[in-house]
């Protein structure tokens, strides 16, 4: 969802940002993978899981009908 760069090197950073800058299906490609990454970030989606989790365990020590 990202390019990594040597913390500790401006010059990998500005290379990076120019990379973004001139390669537009890198930035799409980029965009897309993070929208999806936000997406398992969602409350409900959050939310659904955690329950799925509890039921599972639930069923695991026979406690759900």
Do not use: N
Not at 35 to 55: G, K
């Amino acid at each position: 969802t990202g390019l990594l760069v040597d913390p500790k090197s401006a010059k990998a950073f500005t290379d990076a940002v120019e990379r973004l800058l001139v390669d537009r299906e890198l930035r799409t490609r980029i965009a897309a993978k993070a929208r999806q990454a936000a997406i398992a970030y969602d409350w409900t989606a959050i939310l659904d899981s955690v329950i799925a989790d509890y039921r599972s365990l639930m069923e695991r020590h026979g406690d759900v009908a």
